[in-house]
């Protein structure tokens, strides 16, 4: 059974950093393209950034790029999310999502992902 589970959310101040984890079980990231999404109260979940396994190309949203990094260590199958210069507009539930493998573009921008997981708590605050 296919599962992912999200670590690493919390509260941050303005141009803090965290670190999102998404560890996978029930299937190896090769072959998947994994993407972290995420949704503020009252808007529409959000494609962040997409990463694909077999070819390591990735897409970043414009409001992420330069701030947000995405990777994967495929020992211990897990696909992170490295996040600087946090602004408050940041807050969100992140979650993260696997598909098999996609153009990271498509799934990001049109949020295509046939498993998510349960989502961790990013709050951007002084």
């Known amino acids: 059974q296919l599962q992912l589970v999200e670590s690493g959310g919390g509260l941050v101040q303005p141009g803090g950093s965290l670190r999102l984890s998404c560890a996978a079980s029930?299937?190896?990231?090769?072959?998947?393209?994994i993407g972290w999404f995420r949704q503020a109260p009252g808007k529409e979940r959000e494609g962040v950034s997409c990463?694909?396994?077999?070819?390591?190309?990735?897409y970043y949203a414009d409001s992420v790029k330069g701030r947000f990094t995405i990777g994967e260590d495929n020992a211990k199958n897990t696909v992170y999310l490295q996040m600087n210069s946090l602004k408050p507009e940041d807050t969100a539930v992140y979650y993260c999502?696997?598909?098999?493998?996609?153009?990271?573009?498509?799934?990001?921008?049109?949020?295509?992902?046939?498993?998510w997981g349960q989502g961790t708590q990013v709050t951007v605050s002084s």
């Open positions: 999502a696997a598909t098999p493998e996609i153009d990271v573009q498509a799934m990001c921008v049109l949020r295509l992902s046939g498993s």
């Open positions: 029930g299937f190896t990231l090769e072959n998947y393209a």
């Open positions: 990463i694909s396994s077999s070819d390591g190309n990735t």
